[in-house]
């Protein structure tokens, strides 16, 4: 409906109300067939005026987390800080300019010129607790009109990766300390950054976990038709099969195909562009054709809510649990 889709997270109430030429009833049937989403585990369909409506499960969660990722006081009182040699920062009343950034450590300058060394977790924690803070700090309260127009322009793909973005750092915004050992160290530093910034901007953090697509130049593919579906039929028939082949080895038979073929070694693609297709079907698919279910098992995609289309949990009975939280009205009574 194109009320839901102009008004993400209109109440239900409000719906009712306002659409024109379709009863309770068709609305209710659209939410049971999925044309229109609402979050049942939320609010039940009876709270009509706290039960909100959206056009798909993604633009719910998408919404869901930019309202978590709203500033709280202490956030306002710790502005971002853009951790790139030159920005200064105040500490105790003191300047200092941050010289280095490593990968463990951040090389911090005084005013005499003298050095001071922190780690990255003291860092974070400083910041988190306002000791250290930017020296500038305009923050703005409402941006309501600017999320609703950012997340409209955000495809569903950006919308699924900030989703997953959002989750990834969801421990550390907690206070959960990044360690070296840490996976994406990197990826989640920029993140995390790229949050607090936008938390400051637009009041929502979510919104700098953004990356919109369409905004990236041309994303086209260079390659031709006949290439590409040359480059699937190798893979697939050669590269991901039980024979485990190096992708070099099937690289070769590629390139053998396309001589006798009458291509022009200048229109083969290359080595680099043949590993890149292999990289984009990477995954629990990919890994199962090579090595094997068993191989693959911790790549399987997780079902956290059981629908009728949700694929067999488990390979025996009871070998993977579901606990079921639903509250019911049981009164236990003792005969004796």
């Known amino acids: 409906m194109s009320l839901v889709s102009g008004q993400p997270g209109i109440t239900l109430a409000e719906l009712i109300h306002h659409a024109k030429g379709v009863t309770p009833d068709d609305i209710y049937f659209m939410i049971a067939h999925k044309v229109i989403y609402v979050d049942l585990t939320a609010e039940p369909l ?28 202490d956030t306002i009182t710790s502005p971002v800080i853009d951790i790139v040699p030159g920005t200064q920062v105040s500490y105790d009343g003191n300047i200092l300019t941050i010289v280095l950034v490593g990968e463990n ?24 607790l306002g000791k250290i803070s930017s020296i500038k700090n305009e923050f703005k309260s409402q941006f309501s009109v600017e999320k609703i127009e950012l997340l409209s322009k955000a495809s569903e793909q950006d919308l699924k990766e900030a989703n997953d973005r959002y989750l990834k750092i969801k421990p550390y915004l907690d206070g959960q300390a990044i360690t070296a050992n840490t996976e994406q160290v990197r990826s989640l530093r920029n993140w995390l950054q790229k949050y607090h910034k936008a938390q400051q901007k637009y009041g929502y953090g979510y919104l700098g976990l953004i990356h919109f697509a ?14 590409i579906k040359t480059i699937d039929k190798f893979i697939t028939e050669d590269y991901e099969t039980k ?28 080595y680099k562009t043949f590993i890149n297709e292999i990289k984009r079907r990477s995954g629990y698919e990919q890994i199962q054709k090579r090595e094997g279910s068993r191989a693959a098992y911790l790549l399987e995609p997780c079902y956290w809510e059981l629908e009728l289309t949700s694929p067999r949990h488990g390979e025996f009975p009871f070998h993977i649990g579901h606990i079921d939280h639903t509250e019911l009205d049981i009164d236990l009574r003792n005969e004796d």
């Open 46 to 73: 009876v709270e009509a005026k706290r039960c909100l409506v959206f056009a798909d499960q993604l633009t719910a969660k998408a919404y869901t987390c930019c309202d978590e990722s709203q500033p709280t006081d």
């Open 105 to 128: 450590y951040i090389l911090l300058e005084t005013e005499k010129k003298e050095p001071t060394e922190l780690e990255w977790n003291a860092f974070d924690n400083l910041v988190r």
């Open 214 to 227: 369409n905004k990236k130049g041309n994303r086209s593919r260079k390659l031709n038709e006949f290439s």
């Open 243 to 270: 024979k485990q082949k190096r992708k070099q080895a099937t690289y070769n038979l590629f390139v053998t195909f396309c001589s006798n073929a009458g291509i022009p070694d200048s229109q083969i693609p290359s």
